[in-house]
Nanobody, 126 residues
Framework: QVHLEESGGGSVQSGGSLRLSCVAS????????MAWFRQAPGKGLEWVSN????????FYADSVKGRFTTSKDDAKNTLYLQMNSLEPEDTAMYYC???????????????????WGQGTQVTVSS
């Protein structure tokens, strides 16, 4: 059973930065395609980014491209989301997700992923 746990959320002012982490347990982490999704209050789940299991290719939603960076450390079984130049529109619950597959492109559908964390809240004030 794969377990994902996010951390690093918090409250920041517009223009600030946060780094989210997602630690995976119960699996060979390096074999998984990993992703970040978010859900703002009153809105649906939005794909943010994914990274292939080799960690070579990353893909981003247009809304975060150039501001967010996804990376992974296989030795630590950890996925990261570095978020810079945060805007109030980035306020959401952020989730990490995983699937044991090689994702060579942006996998934007929640149905692509088998495992999910509980989420970490990010709040950006203007």
């Amino acid at each position: 059973q794969v377990h994902l746990e996010e951390s690093g959320g918090g409250s920041v002012q517009s223009g600030g930065s946060l780094r989210l982490s997602c630690v995976a347990s119960g699996t060979t982490y390096s074999a998984y395609c990993m992703a970040w999704f978010r859900q703002a209050p009153g809105k649906g789940l939005e794909w943010v980014s994914n990274i292939n299991r080799g960690g070579i290719s990353t893909f981003y939603a247009d809304s975060v491209k150039g501001r967010f960076t996804t990376s992974k450390d296989d030795a630590k079984n950890t996925l990261y989301l570095q978020m810079n130049s945060l805007e109030p529109e980035d306020t959401a619950m952020y989730y990490c997700a995983a699937v044991r597959a090689y994702c060579s492109a942006s996998w934007m559908s929640r149905n692509n992923y088998s495992y999910w964390g509980q989420g970490t809240q990010v709040t950006v004030s203007s």
